[in-house]
């Protein structure tokens, strides 16, 4: 990585940091997930036996609903705000490649999005402490949920980074980021219902939740790995390729 | 430093640019002229590498664009129109961060960081948030940024918009120091400005190049000044015998006091009348107690030249 990179990355970081969206995003993140996580322990009281609480958690769909929302909000001001404030003339003025500023802004929401994560993580900590490490952690399907989680990340965040390239106006990246990571994140749900073998195989192919679910149970399947890695790796290229024609004027 | 060749851009909308070539030499400080929507910003904008040029040849210290654009960037200084900052950081840090950025060795960084400061007359001011700073300081913000990394060439579009007068005359102080090792292109649509500050203009309108001289030399484009002379006299017959000299185009009566009258008296261009005017009055007798000679000012050189 160039030093041009960690000097953006620094800056965008904490951009990030400094901004109230971020320490609201933090909060909410942690109040909903808390929820989400007793709730889970709730379930647990009730004699489930075949599963860990991580897996529950994991499944539980309104993370799911939090993580759609939270992204574009998180992405949209990446480079909106910089076409919308004309700093961005000042940014690609000074001898930096465009893919540094594309990988950095990446980086900078990336960074973030791996922090609203740790709550998290301490919730399962006071699980363990408080039940008396009753069921030691599995650690395999653990941290492949993480890794599910953190592939899904970046996918989203690409998404986001894109659209936010597409307008200066931030409202509009997020509600285009917003509907194409929605669009994706329920297109999947299709394969309970469309008849053909064929189809289904392909829907299930994309089908975020179910992915998790094996993820959450330690299977581990390459597929979703490429698939979420070459999607981000995509929609960076798309991103590079939107800013080098420069449609949009400072 | 500059040389541009045939440089067009095209909007989806028209051209902002159409085929204007033009160089600038190595120590020039040069004015950047023309009415707003000339295509002035567009050209500085595509000078330092942030918009392609739909075409045409440009080499900017020393280097092709757009080939060699990183080149470009690292050896010039620029201050965008309007100076856009990050408002969250500090001046210090930011211009450290750009002292990264534009590769500003890091052993240089602190000493290059306070000389800017001082340059710019921003050390009281280091600790400050940028979103706190009044329009004048957030200039200066600006323009150390320009600076931060020593580039021998300067681009500066519209340095002093939005300034009061008493910050715009310490920035052309400013630039006028800066311009004694360096090489300066500023735009403005401020012609005092250029007088001041530039040794030569190039006067741009709706995206030709319409003049490129020195001021010396513009000023005797056109008409080369009017003169201004009171007289005791007939003003009916004195203005008949003035108008009649071979090498004045107009004469204007401005004011009567008693029998003293005064007229402004214009040359056709490129000629000097007042030999000619000096002869006539000496001829006619007529008392005299006033004459002098309004020098062409940049105004109507840009006026001349750019009107519809």
Redesign the interface.
């Known amino acids: 990585m160039t030093r041009a990179f960690w000097t953006l990355w620094k800056r965008e970081a904490g951009a990030i940091l400094l901004s109230p969206i971020a320490w609201v995003l933090l909060t909410c993140m942690a109040l909903i997930n808390g929820f989400s996580f007793s709730q889970c322990v709730a379930y647990l009281g009730q004699g489930v036996r075949e599963l860990t609480v991580m897996q529950i958690y994991f499944y539980i769909f309104h993370f799911w609903f939090l993580l759609i929302i939270l992204v574009p909000i998180l992405t949209m001001r990446l480079f909106s705000e910089e076409y919308k404030t004309g700093t961005i003339e000042m940014l690609l003025t000074a001898p930096v490649r465009d893919g540094d500023v594309i990988l950095s802004k990446f980086a900078g929401a990336f960074s973030f999005y791996l922090l609203l994560w740790i709550p998290s993580l301490l919730g399962l900590a006071v699980f363990q402490i408080v039940t008396h490490n009753a069921v030691p952690v599995a650690w395999i399907p653990l941290g492949l949920s993480y890794l599910m989680v953190t592939l899904v990340g970046m996918l989203y965040l690409s998404i986001g980074l894109f659209t936010s390239v597409l307008s200066k106006n931030q409202a509009v990246s997020a509600m285009l980021s917003f509907t194409i990571i929605a669009l994706l994140f329920f297109t999947g749900f299709l394969s309970y219902l469309v008849r053909d073998p064929g189809w289904r195989e392909v829907l299930t192919y994309i089908f975020t939740l179910e992915q998790m679910r094996s993820f959450s149970a330690g299977q581990f399947d390459s597929r979703p790995v490429v698939f979420y890695l070459s999607g981000t790796v995509f929609f960076l290229c798309l991103t590079q390729r939107v800013m080098a024609n420069r449609t949009l004027k400072g | 430093m500059i040389r541009v060749e045939n440089l067009t851009k095209k909007y989806a909308g028209g051209e902002a640019v159409r085929g204007i070539s033009f160089s600038v030499e190595k120590g020039e400080v040069v004015g950047f002229l023309g009415p707003n929507g000339a295509g002035k910003s567009t050209t500085m ?1 595509i000078l ?5 040029a739909t075409d045409g040849q440009i080499e900017v210290a020393g280097a092709k664009l757009p080939e060699e654009s ?2 470009v ?2 050896r ?1 200084g ?1 201050m ?1 129109e ?1 100076v ?3 408002p ?2 500090r001046v210090e840090e930011f211009l450290e ?2 002292g ?4 500003v060795a890091r052993k240089d960084i602190t000493e290059r960081v306070g000389l800017v400061l001082d340059q710019c007359g921003l050390s009281d001011v280091r600790k400050k948030i940028i979103g706190t700073l009044s329009k004048g300081f957030r200039q200066r913000v600006g323009l150390a ?1 320009a600076l931060i990394h020593n580039p021998p060439l300067l681009i500066l579009d519209e340095p002093t918009a939005g300034l009061d007068p008493h910050q715009i005359r310490s920035f052309r102080e400013l630039i006028k120091d800066l311009g004694r090792d360096r090489t300066i292109l500023l735009s403005t649509h401020i012609l005092s400005e250029v007088e001041m500050v530039c040794g030569r203009a190039i006067i741009i309108n709706r995206g030709k190049i319409e003049a490129s001289d020195t001021l010396a030399n513009l000023a005797k484009r056109v008409q080369s000044g009017a003169l201004q002379i009171e007289v005791k006299a007939d003003p009916v017959g004195a203005r008949e015998k003035l108008a009649k000299l071979s090498e004045v185009g107009g004469v204007v009566e401005l004011n009567r006091v008693g029998e003293w009258v005064s007229f402004e008296v214009t040359a056709l261009p490129g000629k000097d009348i007042r030999g000619e005017v000096d002869g006539l009055i000496k001829r006619e007798n007529w008392p005299l107690r006033d004459f002098r000679r309004e020098k062409a000012r940049l105004e109507d050189v840009f006026v001349e030249l750019t009107q519809e």
């Open positions: 904008r330092t590498g942030f918009l392609p990183l080149l960037r690292q010039i620029y965008p309007n856009p900052l990050y969250e950081m961060y750009r990264r950025l534009k590769r940024d």
